[in-house]
């Protein structure tokens, strides 16, 4: 039989492990957030170097499962001499996944606005630094944030996944909880309400931002 | 570097990937055609029945797949649901893709313009009628190329089953990497081999599109 | 000679929310003449034209073709889905917008309804359809799909996928309104053909040209009223009413330079 006992006693043990599902998702992002618009603007360089890395990067982060990217970053820092905690390979991992996803929204934000404003800017005689600086970017960045908060909530999915790599966030306290419990059914579906509570959250967030934008 | 692993190992590699590739073309059928039924009560159905589904499609988008599995793979049992790691990984795909595919179908069915279904049925044509031959056929066309990308985006989750012992491809990897400790080599390979993967099927998929579509292409 | 029907509009009003589009709207269609509805934009042309096969709900009133009620079996009593269809089959439709099937060849698109409603075999739908095609001078683009072909083809197209169900009444809502002008009069000749044959035919236009010569009568509507009905003459040379004047002064604005 269901046992709601189980159910009600798994939330708090989770709910704290949802500080690292928080953790590595929100430092995700906002990693994410800064080496993406770095690979947004190579993407949009004039130079053909840049613009082929940036293809290229977007191309491998989008194309190769984010568990297995996960795995290479894992072991490979080791090989390659640098020795962190398995927290900072999962936060990289999914930052750097991230920026690939951002980068996109970005350029397609800004590929969004109006071309007459640069324009205008231009012609009241900006220069091309503060033309983007005080015209593009805040509007790209305005116009990019419900699609942010959107990454933001896949991320958040997304970071169940360093489970693998032994975070205790909440997919692996859920399984640890249902190893001791051996009630898995009881656990699992606290953790999905867990999830899904962080997750309208966020949407309902997204639906704000977004109805503040419209006005 | 060591890569000779791959010379003694790759008939197990290869049945791994035949099990992704069974996974993911079922997982991404079966996903499709429930998120069609899901699409169709979304517009056909009374309103009580459209909540209740759209408390499914809220669930499933708001919570991991991962954990979509263990409650399937793990807590199913409690409940009397037994299935063994490639039906549970099978079924799982199902469910975790329905309710995106669900979400383009619904959007691709608004994209149908009013007037062509209002001609049908000017003409006499019974609604299940108009869902089968215009409905479907106009709606299925613009939604091609999301259905074709999420459909890549499936292939890509289809790893996460491994975590249920699924004997596909990441999982096959793994076995390898503990035999022989060569662990980097192991899922290095492995991401190349996705990267190419996913830019073929995409490559395919975009020439499907172009087949599908001919008739929308304006006349020169 | 076709068989042509007569309808009958009788006290109908029509509700969208508050707004009330059609006010106790009363018309009399005779059978395999033409009637043209006119009117300023909004006055609630399409929406009367679409209530005569129900694709529009009409609230109050009641609308009889042949003198059988289109919508209701009685009073607030809906009429079956499946009645509804078998009246919708002897009713043709030709829309603004054309409203082609896009992944249907033009000869497929005049076939579709013949097999699926009338449950004739493809090879027979597909010759009559032909057939069809050819009655409005489109014999050599039976295989184009909709895209291929230019909008004066494409309402051609969608006239003969009416005709081809044998309708005995022939509902058109600005056939020629999306046309580029040097298209519209092959899509009112073949308009001109069919009320020649003695169809009976409904015309929401604002080709007044075509309301002058073709119509035996024209309706006059405003705000969702039925101003006036009478004889192309009556309207357009000797009208009864100061907002009937208005319009065609407007209207005439608009069209001399
Ligand atoms: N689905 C609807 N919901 C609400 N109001 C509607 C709807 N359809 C039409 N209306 C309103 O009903 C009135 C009549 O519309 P209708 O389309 O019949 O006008 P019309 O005479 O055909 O105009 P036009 O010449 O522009 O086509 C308009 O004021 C319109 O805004
Ligand atoms: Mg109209």
């Known amino acids: 039989m269901f046992s709601s006992k189980i159910f009600l006693e798994s939330f708090e043990p989770l ?9 590595v998702s929100g430092l995700g992002i906002a990693v994410g957030l800064v080496i993406g618009a770095l690979i947004c603007m190579a993407s949009m360089s004039k130079s053909g170097f840049l613009r082929g890395f ?6 491998y982060l989008r194309g190769v499962p984010m568990l297995v990217q996960l795995l290479v970053v894992y072991y490979l820092l080791p090989v390659i001499g640098i020795d962190v905690p398995a927290i900072v390979a999962a936060v990289g991992t999914t930052a750097i996944v991230a920026s690939a996803y951002i980068s996109e929204i970005w350029r397609g934000a800004i590929n969004a606005l109006p071309k007459g404003q640069a324009e205008a800017a231009v012609a009241i005689g900006m220069a091309p630094g503060d033309v983007w600086r005080r015209v593009v970017l805040p509007q790209a960045v305005s116009l990019s944030l419900p699609a942010l908060i959107n990454e933001l909530i896949l991320l958040v999915k997304a970071s169940s996944l360093v489970s693998v790599v032994g975070i205790m966030e909440i997919t692996r306290a859920s399984q640890a909880q249902a190893g001791s419990t051996f009630r898995p059914l009881e656990v699992y579906l606290a953790a999905a309400c867990v999830y899904l509570a962080i997750n309208l959250c966020l949407a309902a967030l997204g639906r704000y931002l977004e109805h503040r934008m419209a006005v | 570097m060591e890569l000779s692993i791959f010379a003694h190992y790759w008939p197990m590699l290869l049945k791994g990937f035949g099990m992704t590739v069974l996974c993911w073309i079922l997982g991404t059928g079966f996903g499709m055609a429930l998120g069609l039924i899901i699409a169709l009560i979304q517009r056909y159905s009374i309103a009580p029945v459209r ?23 793990y807590g199913g049992p409690m409940v009397g649901i037994r299935l063994d790691p490639l039906p549970a990984g099978i079924v799982g795909l199902t469910i975790y893709g329905s309710p995106y595919f669900a979400e383009i179908f619904r959007s691709a069915f608004r994209a149908v313009p009013t007037g062509q279904i209002e001609a049908a049925r000017a003409i006499g044509m019974s609604e299940p009628t108009i869902v089968q031959r ?16 999420f459909s890549i985006i499936l292939t890509k989750e289809t790893v996460i089953l491994s975590i249920i012992t699924v004997p596909e491809l990441l999982y096959q990897t793994q076995r390898m990497s503990t035999e022989t400790f060569r662990y980097l080599e192991a899922n290095l390979v492995l991401a190349l081999f996705f990267w190419v993967f996913v830019e073929i099927i995409s490559r395919i998929g975009r020439r499907f599109e172009r087949r599908i579509t001919h008739y929308l292409i304006e006349r020169p | 000679m076709v068989q042509a029907s007569s309808v009958e509009v009788r006290n109908v009003d029509k509700f969208y929310g508050p707004f009330q589009a059609l006010k106790n709207v009363s018309l009399s269609i005779p059978a395999g003449k033409v009637t043209c509805l006119i009117g ?15 694709l529009e709900e009409y609230d109050r009133g009641e609308i009889r073709i042949d003198g059988k009620l289109i919508g209701y079996d009685a009073p607030g ?20 917008q054309f409203n082609l ?13 013949l097999v699926r409603v009338r449950g004739m075999s493809k090879p027979e739908a597909m010759a009559r359809a032909a057939t069809e095609l050819g009655k409005v001078g489109l014999a050599d683009k039976l295989g184009n799909y909709p895209s291929r072909l ?14 081809a169900m044998e309708p005995k009444l022939m509902l058109f809502d600005e056939p020629t309104s999306a046309l580029d002008p040097e298209l519209v009069g092959e899509v009112l000749n073949v308009m001109k053909a069919l009320a020649a044959a003695g169809m009976t035919m409904v015309v929401v236009t604002h080709e007044m040209g075509f309301a002058a010569h073709v119509a035996d009568q024209v309706a006059f509507l405003e705000k969702g009223e039925l101003v006036a009905v009478d004889s192309p003459a009556g309207i357009f040379h000797a009208p009864k009413d100061e907002r009937i004047w208005n319009f065609l002064r407007t209207y005439n604005e608009r069209n001399s330079f």
Do not use: D
């Not at chain 2, 209740?52 to 793979?73: A, N, S």
């Not at chain 2, 479907?136 to 990308?149: D, I, K, Q």
């Open chain 3, 101 to 113: 099937w896009p992944h249907m060849t033009a000869q497929e698109n005049v076939a579709e309804g």
């Open chain 3, 40 to 54: 300023p934009s909004g006055s609630g042309k399409s929406t009367l034209l679409r209530c005569m096969n129900f």
């Open chain 2, 134 to 149: 215009i409905l479907l056929p106009v709606g299925l066309v613009s939604a091609l190329p999301a259905l074709v990308n």
């Open chain 2, 51 to 73: 909540w209740l589904v759209q408390v499914y499609v809220e669930i499933i988008r708001g919570t991991p797949f991962l954990v979509q599995l263990f409650l399937l793979y």
């Open chain 3, 77 to 96: 009593r809906k009429m079956s889905a499946r009645n509804l269809r078998q009246m919708r089959r002897s009713i043709g439709m030709v829309f603004q």
């Open chain 3, 150 to 163: 230019s909008g004066g083809q494409q309402q051609r197209v969608a006239i003969a996928r009416a005709v």
């Open chain 1, 15 to 23: 709910m704290w492990a949802a500080r690292y599902t928080l953790l």
């Open chain 1, 54 to 59: 940036a293809a290229v990067w977007v191309s």
